[in-house]
């Protein structure tokens, strides 16, 4: 029954590796977001898909790439991998695109070392 | 009690006693406005939000009122309980779905 998952919940890795992460909502929602949540807990969107569209494209390295399957999946992947990089990601759903209430995923807590 | 200024990181209440969290924001052209709430280890939660056509909206034991004049906004929360330690997060919408997050505040609830 959860709205939004994430896979995996923990994700260590090391300097240089390429790794991705997997997120799903099943509430039907035509918009899904990336964000980070940095150490001191600040949260900073990522990105943005709509009906599988980017809409939003943050300051983000290139070496992350978003790809949206579908409507209900939107995965994150991270290419050489660096230290500045570990954080929590959360991934998000909504209805649609602006002044909707966003539902968050439980988070992707990646460590590189 | 209460969070003042600009922000304040942490709020420290004894239980039963309500809750004033602040926040200010940066955009007078943000028309949408959503207070989210984090516990350890999980992601933020849905609390309340407002539009910029109202200045106050009530909840379940939550308040928001918002304040366009000063760019301010705050969750006022009654009664707190231990359930309710969290970090909790204001949120602008500044253009399209994009969502500008505040730094957080801890709120702390003793019993």
């Known amino acids: 029954d959860t709205a939004v998952s994430q896979t995996p919940k923990y994700l260590v890795t090391q300097m240089g590796n390429d790794k991705s992460i997997k997120c799903e909502q099943n509430l039907g929602h035509d918009t899904m977001y990336w964000y980070k949540q940095d150490s001191k807990k600040f949260l900073k969107i990522m990105f943005s898909y709509n009906n599988k569209e980017l809409i939003i494209n943050e300051t983000v390295p290139n070496r992350f790439s978003p790809k949206s399957p579908d409507k209900a999946h939107l995965n994150l992947h991270i290419n050489s991998l660096e230290l500045g990089d570990s954080a929590v990601y959360f991934c998000a759903s909504s209805q649609e695109a602006g002044g909707n209430e966003q539902y968050f995923g439980p988070g992707t807590r990646l460590t590189v070392t | 009690g209460e969070s003042v200024g600009l922000h304040l990181p942490t709020l420290s209440v004894q239980e039963g006693d309500n809750s004033i969290i602040n926040c200010a924001y940066s955009?007078?052209?943000?028309?949408?406005f959503i207070w989210y709430k984090q516990e350890s280890g999980k992601g933020p939660q849905f609390i309340i939000d407002?539009?910029?056509?109202?200045d106050k909206r009530q909840g379940q034991r939550v308040t928001v009122l918002l304040n366009k004049t000063v760019k301010h906004l705050s969750l006022q929360i009654a009664a707190t309980q231990p359930g309710d330690s969290a970090v909790y997060f204001c949120a602008e919408e500044t253009s399209g779905s994009r969502l500008t997050f505040g730094e957080g505040t801890q709120l702390t609830v003793n019993p």
């Open positions: 955009n007078s052209a943000s028309d949408y």
């Open positions: 407002i539009r910029s056509n109202m």
